[in-house]
């Protein structure tokens, strides 16, 4: 009962978008809480291989940052404003940062004000995965990456044009590369 009193007013705010001021986090806690990249201790980590991961909860405990356990595995939500992720603009790709699946280009981000990173779009069908969610006494949808089934947020149509739905997505579960990066990689494999 404690657990859902402390629950419930995250799972509301992330529901009914509620804009605080006071709830904006300046610090970077987050963005300062590992030097390592998703792909190091990640053996099922790729951008490329679209194989189906199926991994035990044990295992994923195993190879995952605690955090990302905890939102990816037992479907937690990250303190609203605390990703580093939320107002950033770069041009890139967002990949799911337990399985390296991509799942949104930046091109699909908008500012909800929200306090989580917001996408209109997935990258593709087969990105995600949807199911209801009834939990909180809220009916809500539920989205997952379509790779590993790890849970990444949920998806309400309050969102803008063109498709009109708002993917509330928690930071720590994404694995952001800016574009150039990937451009670099690419020319100086030609070389
Ligand atoms: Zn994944």
Redesign the pocket.
């Known amino acids: 009962m404690i657990r859902l009193l402390i629950l419930l007013p995250l799972a509301l705010s992330l529901q009914f978008c509620t804009y605080s001021q006071s709830n904006k986090k300046t610090s970077m806690d987050s963005a300062n809480k590992t030097t390592d990249t998703p792909e190091s201790n990640n053996p099922v980590y790729s951008n490329t291989d679209s194989t189906k991961?199926n991994l035990s909860e044990a295992e994923w405990k195993k190879i995952l940052p605690a955090d990302v356990y905890n939102v990816a595995r037992q479907k937690g939500t990250e303190r609203a404003w605390s990703s580093p992720l939320e107002n950033i603009k770069d041009k890139g790709t967002y990949y799911?940062a337990?399985?390296?699946?991509a799942l949104f280009v930046s091109d699909t981000k908008f500012e909800s004000g929200c306090g989580w990173p917001s996408f209109y779009q997935p990258v593709s069908k087969g990105s995600i995965i949807y199911q209801p969610d009834n939990t909180y006494g809220m009916s809500r949808t539920e989205v997952m990456?379509g790779?590993?089934k790890?849970h990444l947020g949920h998806v309400f149509d309050d969102g803008p044009p063109p498709t009109g739905l708002r993917y509330c997505i928690n930071g720590v579960v994404l694995d952001f590369k800016k574009a150039q990066e990937a451009e670099k990689k690419y020319s100086a494999k030609k070389d």
């Open positions: 991961v799911c337990v399985c390296g699946n990456c790779r590993c790890s």
